[in-house]
């Protein structure tokens, strides 16, 4: 808890939730039980198969259950906030949140899958990491592919998702 008080400190508020950098998967659950103890939200599951192995998890806002986080419980004061997919008919399930998935897709399916999830009623998040926007990225070695694809559109994909949709806090949107 170390880091977080030096981020409440630096930001003159407190911390209320989490992303995990790698995301949570099914096999990781019990880091729940720990953020719970701290934190009012957590946005780290990813709901596809087969890389993050959520794809049980609702792709809305959601309470998340003690026995399985991937399930919800209105009865619970936990929330998980899911990366936004994309739902094709007969393929299932598309990461579009950000990071290699909004570098590696067309504008369109970007579009699509947060206009899909806004006319449910479900806002999408979405994630940007600082370096996806730099298209001269050091190539480090060990560095998979995926890291440097996409690199030279990737602001201007992001300029687009801000002119073209409204974006807000978690905070606002919890009303936290």
Known sequence: MKSRDIL????GEKVLGFRSPYFITGEQTWVFKILKKYLRY???????KPHYNSSEAPRHIYRVSDKNPMKEDP?????EIPMATLRIPMFG???IAGGFHMRFLPYRFLK??????NKSGN???IYIHPEDLHPKRSHLPGYA????WGLKGARKKFETLLRNFKFSSVREVLNL
């Open 8 to 11: 409440e400190r630096l930001a």
């Open 42 to 48: 957590d946005s780290s599951v990813f709901p596809v």
């Open 75 to 79: 009865e619970n004061s936990f929330i």
């Open 93 to 95: 399930l598309l990461p």
């Open 112 to 117: 699509l899958g947060i206009n899909q999830l």
């Open 123 to 125: 806002p999408a998040m």
């Open 145 to 148: 592919w995926h890291y440097f």
